[in-house]
């Protein structure tokens, strides 16, 4: 009688659980997209900038660490749910639970770790803090940085989750389903203190990369405002000096029209003062402005910093 009793109850937790299996494929389908497009995605992110990307910069140390990370999350987050809505009411690997429930937890902190140390390292490079770059050993200790404190805030997760069980009524019995959550015999202020305490560790994370980001966007926007006006003053600057020595030339000359006049730069003379003479088909490299000389080309060129140097050296040959 007993094992009849036994026997009938696995039949009916069994269709119980093919029955919730149905309600759940729309929600099975759509993790297995994200799963695909998690997979590709991080994937061509690992790839492009291991191997399509030949030279090595600062901003290209945290994105592909990022990138496999994510893709771990992913692919055990996703798989696990997958798994779980296979067997929703009949999970029986205890194990298998508490090391899903903890990994999932890492890799979760450690992507948004990841994240926040890459809008630092960007911080400093705008600011030009620091020598406007990370080190590899500081970089290097990031990483160990993040991996430590992922590690202490999932460990709570072998404790706090793991194999429960799920009491199903029907109608004349109470049959038992087992799924994988937080086990019933531990602390609930514990439980909830822990929930609470990563809330507000995602908020955190969260305000601070707002507040990272808007600083280097109000970094950025001040850098953008100050080329434009130096443009600006380097335009009129040369349209000044251009037209000014078309004045003095004309005045010493006696003569509107340049064609009657002979005029030249003497170039080893003008290369002693700083200055590069190209010919007008040569391009103009890096920040500068050409500036018309009967005919002729200087290039006047200005430091990083932006501050105009405007230098002419004018050198006339008399009829």
Avoid at 77 to 106: D, E, T, Y
Avoid at 133 to 158: D, E
Avoid at 265 to 275: M, N, P, R
């Amino acid at each position: 009688m007993f094992y009849s009793n036994e026997s009938q109850s696995s039949i009916y937790l069994e269709e119980l659980n093919n029955a919730m299996v149905t309600l759940l494929i729309p929600n099975t389908v759509l993790l297995f997209v994200l799963l695909i497009v998690s997979l590709v995605g991080n994937g061509l992110v690992v790839y492009v900038y291991t191997f399509q990307m030949k030279s090595k910069t600062d901003d290209r140390y945290f994105i592909p660490c990022l990138a496999v990370v994510d893709m771990i999350a992913c692919g055990l987050g996703v798989s696990f749910g997958i798994c779980l809505n296979f067997n929703p009411l009949n999970f029986r690997k205890g194990v298998i639970c508490k090391f899903i429930w903890s990994a999932n937890q890492f890799t979760a902190t450690s992507s948004g770790l990841m994240l926040l140390a890459i809008a630092v390292q960007r911080y400093i490079k705008v600011s030009r803090l620091s020598n406007s770059s990370m080190s590899l050993r500081s970089k290097r200790l990031t990483i160990t940085a993040i991996i430590i404190v992922s590690i202490v805030i999932s460990l709570p997760c072998f404790i706090l989750y793991g194999e429960t069980e799920v009491p199903l009524k029907s109608e004349n019995t109470t049959i038992t389903g087992y799924n994988c959550g937080a086990l019933p015999n531990v602390n609930r202020d514990f439980l909830f203190g822990y929930s609470v305490t990563l809330l507000l560790l995602c908020l955190a994370g969260i305000v601070a990369l707002i507040a990272l980001y808007c600083v280097l966007l109000r970094i950025i926007y001040k850098q953008e405002s100050f080329r434009k006006r130096n443009r600006s003053t380097i335009r009129f600057l040369g349209v000044t000096v251009h037209h000014g020595f078309e004045n003095k030339m004309i005045k010493d000359s006696g003569s509107t029209n340049f064609a009657d006049e002979d005029y030249s730069v003497d170039k080893s003379d003008s290369l002693q003062h700083g200055h590069c003479i190209k010919d007008d088909k040569q391009t103009n490299r890096g920040h500068g402005w050409r500036i018309r000389h009967a005919g002729s080309y200087v290039y006047c060129s200005f430091c990083n910093s932006y501050k105009t140097k405007v230098k002419t050296n004018q050198h006339f040959q008399s009829n």
